[in-house]
């Protein structure tokens, strides 16, 4: 079957860096993306890796690893805003999403 | 921009009552789709709609049906409902089938 795993929740200081892992196993690979989502509202795209490496945003960096089947999305300089959940999710060889559980992330002051 | 609207935001149903989701997308995407997202789980895809005029079934497609007029418009039917579809609704399109996909704001469904 196909699974998407992250870290259900994690907690990080304000001012510092936090690296939310996403394992997969998946019929296929065409992409990982990464969504960021604040309570009752709608998933918003962080990030897309096809190739191995890094890719960085601003404060939001993304790795990919295709042959360990492996991503992790790094925050640095964390802010209050950052508290939200995190959904990693790949794209199989139907063009379909597989979408992991989200990784809800705590910022403290 | 409008980008992807969703009606209503939210919603409380009688158990055994139809009712449709509306989403209309102002982007001219090709694709579309309906997920809902339940506390613990993953978003999962009930269908899709890669172009106008077609559909196809995601993950948890019973119960629900959709149809695809046009480009911009997607609605979801809930034909009877049940407590077990109470949930959050989200709308979403991309470009085209394997681009980034773009979410409206959700519909919050309780069904008593």
């Known amino acids: 079957g196909q699974n998407i795993d992250q870290p259900t929740e994690m907690t990080a200081t304000e001012g510092a860096i936090v690296q939310i892992n996403c394992t997969y196993q998946t019929s296929g690979f065409n992409g990982l993306f990464w969504y960021q989502q604040h309570a009752g509202e709608a998933p918003t795209f962080l990030s897309y890796n096809v190739l191995d490496g890094l890719e960085e945003k601003g404060r939001f960096s993304s790795f990919l690893s295709r042959s360990k089947g492996y991503s992790y999305l790094l925050l640095k300089e964390l802010q209050m805003k950052d508290s939200a959940s995190y959904l990693c999710?790949?794209?199989?060889?139907?063009?379909?999403?597989?979408w992991g559980a989200g990784t809800k992330l705590i910022i403290k002051p | 921009t409008a980008g992807i609207t969703q009606a209503p935001t939210s919603q409380i149903l009688a158990a055994g009552r139809s009712m449709t989701l509306r989403c209309t997308q102002d982007?001219?995407?090709?694709?579309m789709y309906w997920y809902r997202q339940d506390l613990g789980l993953g978003l999962r895809l009930i269908h899709y709609?890669?172009?106008?005029?077609?559909?196809g079934k995601g993950e948890v497609p019973d119960g629900y049906s959709v149809s695809r007029a046009n480009t911009d418009d997607f609605p979801l039917t809930l034909a009877s409902a049940v407590p077990s579809q109470t949930s959050v609704y989200f709308c979403a399109s991309s470009e085209g089938a394997g681009n980034t996909i773009y979410f409206g704001e959700g519909s919050w469904l309780t069904v008593v």
């Open positions: 999710a790949v794209m199989d060889s139907n063009y379909q999403l597989i």
């Open positions: 709609s890669n172009t106008a005029g077609t559909t």
């Open positions: 982007m001219r995407h090709n694709a």
